[in-house]
Structure formats: C-alpha cells, structure tokens
Nanobody
Framework: VQLQASGGGSVQAGGSLRLSCVASGRTFSSFNWMGWFRQAPGKEREFVATISYTGVRTSYADSLKGRFTISRDNAKNTVWLQMNTLKPEDTAVYYC???????????????WGQGTLVTVSS
C-alpha cells in the first residue's frame, strides 16, 4: 500500500489549501478509516481529522472544527483535507494515514503517506 499526499505549499494567513492523498495497492473502500495528522516543528504529531470508509462519519480535532473539512471518494482512491482560514499555527507537515487499528483519532494506523508541508505566513 502506498499513500501519496500532495497539495501543500505556502499561503498567507486567512488563505486556503486543499490537500489530497491518493492510495494504491489495496481497494480504497476497504480502509475502514482515513486520517490526516500533522507535525509542527519541534512538536509531536497530532490528530487533525478522520473519515469512515463510507464517508458518513467524520471526526476533527476540536481546535480545527469549522475550518477544516475531510472528505473521500472511494472511486478515486482519494481523501482530501480542505483547510480554510489558515493560521500561522497551522504550519506543519501534514500526513495522511489509512486503516485505523483501533481509535481512528489516535495515530495507530497501518499505513502512512510521506507528508506534505504547509507553511502559513502572517
């Protein structure tokens, strides 16, 4: 299984970005949960958002609710993270993950992408 994340870049505060993560090597709909995590410089990796295999259930980090939206299209083998009203504190490497082992808001996933850097300037 490979996860390819993309869409990161540099943006000014208040701007938006949409991250994509394309999976290959396994039927996408078989991933029970797909998640996004991020790791800022000098900090531990933290949960951002997760979505169930049907796309019906989602969960977000409390601090990001209302600004970030996760979605998936099983036919396109893709999960997205729409990020709006970005803040400098959103600067981090963003990772997608597939196939939660237990709690989908924890980092216990079977597969991880390589990460994509998001830099938000003030």
């Amino acid at each position: 299984v490979q996860l390819q994340a993309s869409g990161g870049g540099s943006v000014q505060a208040g701007g938006s970005l949409r991250l994509s993560c394309v999976a290959s090597g396994r039927t996408f709909s078989s991933f029970n949960w797909m998640g996004w995590f991020r790791q800022a410089p000098g900090k531990e990796r933290e949960f951002v958002a997760t979505i169930s295999y049907t796309g019906v259930r989602t969960s977000y980090a409390d601090s990001l609710k209302g600004r970030f939206t996760i979605s998936r299209d099983n036919a396109k083998n893709t999960v997205w993270l729409q990020m709006n009203t970005l803040k400098p504190e959103d600067t981090a490497v963003y990772y997608c993950a597939a196939d939660s082992l237990r709690d989908p808001t924890s980092s216990e996933y079977n597969y991880w992408g390589q990460g994509t850097l998001v830099t938000v300037s003030s």
